[in-house]
């Protein structure tokens, strides 16, 4: 299969599965948010950010290890060595998984009092705990079997554990008495660990089909530790002011008179809102999986031709999609928060952080571009760096202006993470991104957004957004007959449209 054909093809099924995938999901996350409220969303939320640590301490660096060595294998037409650098990997992350799993149960106490601030964290932490070491390699296959292009199978196995995951908590869930936050956590982070329990039987039951004797003889742990070691030091600090990030706003909230529960508001916009806002990313998050090890072999290969236009065309394609989604959902923004929380206040709060869309969109694509071209270690640096800064930002504004300024915060750190991410890519890539299209057309959807803002109904402003911003983006330039094509392209098989694989060398 040609590139632009397997790149294509890998993205259409990922995207499709995503979607599935994340409408379970946000859907499942609007149903345990009527079963535990809006103060036992921010709990859980407390928790998997703590948990989220633990899982970046045992991975170490192990799933994108995988990831990006496979690819490099792959591409230079070497599986044996391939298969021997998943086994490193493997071990690598048992050693760290389960030093890891020891520390966090032992100071589960600890952490529950003293960071999350109640005893009501504990179970659910001593649960992860127990899952951390298969949780751990479960993302290493995952890792590899996309670096390998098994996408299909890798998407079936998703969908499986998805409906599993939601099947599993809403059984224990069901079970268990109304108003015990303690063991509805819990449940949640039970159901996820049986999801990846499925998930690594699954792929290794898969994997061991079609692996073949090896007779690499490469230096494992060296290349395994070379490239791991830096990406763990990198993603454990990221992780760790991530999760001290999160940890604070609560009780920085708490410090302002307008706040009436922290822990409710801070559920609110992390469990509520982001959900929603980042729904139709799947597409997104499939075209990262993929685009990972593409631009990774793309880098082995020298195809610096094919890594220019693969990041234009993505930036490009991402940006509209973003003004497109981020403008609906401002639109919509009382009709959605009304149909999904009709008891919780956060219809202001959907339609700031709706204007952020478009960025936190660019900022996904971008992160991802970064890791493939090989700076895994600087993407981590700029997220750290974004980190601190946000740190710093909330503990100043949190008590002086509520969420005005963790909104403020939110926007400028992001907006620092996006500008360091870009610029890397463009440098690697050596790419020139036109300045024309950066500001019109983000000014072409606000003219398409108060045009719609006249219009009664939900399908009427729809309608009315859609038309105009893409009649206006013809007007302008922005869309020519060049994208037409490369949409139908995207429509119909790679096989009918030959001109697929002749896009991607222009």
């Given amino acids: 299969m040609k590139k632009g054909n397997r790149l294509l093809s890998g993205a259409l099924m990922l995207t499709g599965v995503n979607l599935l995938l994340r409408f379970a999901g946000t859907a499942f996350q609007v149903w345990l948010s009527g079963q535990i409220g809006a103060a036992g969303i921010g709990l859980l939320q407390l928790i998997l950010s703590v948990n989220l640590l633990a899982l970046t301490l045992g991975t170490a660096g192990g799933r994108t290890t995988a990831m990006y060595l496979t690819a490099e294998a792959l591409g230079q037409k070497r599986p044996g060595d391939a298969d021997r650098l998943l086994s490193g990997c493997f071990v690598y992350s048992i050693l760290c998984s389960a030093a890891v799993s020891i520390a966090l149960f032992l100071y589960a106490p600890n952490l529950a009092l003293k960071w999350i601030g109640t005893v009501d964290a504990l179970p659910s932490l001593r649960t992860w705990a127990s899952f951390l070491p298969v949780i751990t390699l479960s993302g290493v296959m995952t890792g590899y079997f996309t670096a390998a292009n098994r996408i299909g199978t890798l998407a079936a196995v998703e969908v499986a554990e998805q409906l599993f995951v939601i099947a599993a908590t809403a059984a224990i869930l069901t079970a268990l008495p109304i108003g015990d936050r303690a063991e509805a956590c819990r449940a949640v982070v039970l159901g996820s660990c049986l999801g990846a329990v499925l998930t690594l039987a699954c792929l290794m039951f898969l994997y061991s089909r079609c692996a073949g004797e090896s007779d690499s003889t490469i230096p494992v742990a060296g290349r395994v530790l070379r490239c791991a070691l830096p990406l763990a030091v990198a993603d ?51 075209l990262a999986e993929v685009l990972i090890p593409e631009l990774a072999r793309c880098a082995a290969t020298g195809s610096r031709r094919r890594i220019r236009y693969l990041v234009r065309r993505n930036l490009r394609v991402t ?15 009382e009709q959605l928060c009304g149909r999904l929380y009709p008891d919780q206040p956060i219809v202001s709060l959907m339609r700031r952080f709706a204007l952020l869309v478009p ?7 971008a992160d991802a571009m970064t890791k493939g071209l090989g700076q895994q270690a600087a993407c981590a640096r700029y997220s750290v760096i974004s980190n601190i800064c946000d740190i710093a930002l909330m503990y100043v504004l949190l008590p002086r202006f509520g969420i005005d300024g963790y909104f403020i915060s939110f926007t400028l750190t992001h907006a620092l993470n996006f500008f360091l991410s870009l610029r890397k890519v463009l440098q690697i890539g050596n790419v020139k991104l036109s300045g024309y299209f950066a500001w019109l057309a983000p000014l072409t959807a606000v003219f398409a957004g108060f045009g719609a803002s006249c219009f009664s109904g939900s399908v009427r402003k729809i309608a009315a957004f859609l038309g105009l911003f893409f009649g206006l983006c013809f007007y302008a330039g922005i869309l020519g007959k060049g994208d037409l094509r490369w949409i139908r392209n995207l429509i119909f098989s790679a096989e009918k449209s030959p001109k697929i694989a002749d896009a991607t060398n222009s």
């Fill in 236 to 286: 454990d600090l990221k992780a760790g002011v991530s999760a001290l990030e999160n940890l604070m706003v609560p009780r920085r909230l708490a410090l302002y008179s307008g706040t009436g529960d922290p822990l409710a508001a801070f559920g609110r916009i992390s469990g509520m809102v982001f959900p929603v806002l980042m729904f139709p990313a799947a597409i997104l998050s499939s």
């Fill in 359 to 365: 960025m936190l969109y660019c900022d996904l694509i």
């Fill in 319 to 333: 940006l509209l999609y973003g003004l497109i989604c981020g403008g609906v959902m401002f639109l919509l923004s």
